[in-house]
């Protein structure tokens, strides 16, 4: 994937994580961009340890394991930030 591709995918998860987790409102573009290419990593390592795929390219499972891996970093941190 280019970066591109990347910004979109990372746009796109870390604005439907930040949604899930009530975050909407403190996060802009960039902040959603970069949760959700972090979010990609963290759930590909997630996806793959239990033995799935993890990213593979622009599709629906992509953005569900980036969204994933979103959620989860965006519970972490609010746990430290609350």
Do not use: H, Y
């Not at 995918?9 to 949760?35: D, Y």
Request: glycine letters at 16%; proline letters at 0%; one cysteine or more.
């Amino acid at each position: 994937m280019g970066i591109f591709t990347w910004i979109i995918l990372g746009g796109l998860a870390g604005w439907l994580a930040s949604m899930l987790t009530k975050n909407n409102e403190k996060m802009g573009l960039i902040k959603n961009i970069v949760v959700g290419i972090l979010g990609a990593m963290i759930g590909g390592f997630v996806f793959s340890f239990f033995g799935a795929t993890g990213v593979t390219g622009f599709n629906l499972w992509s953005i569900f394991v980036a969204c994933v891996g979103a959620v989860i970093l965006l519970v972490i941190i609010n746990l430290f930030t609350r």
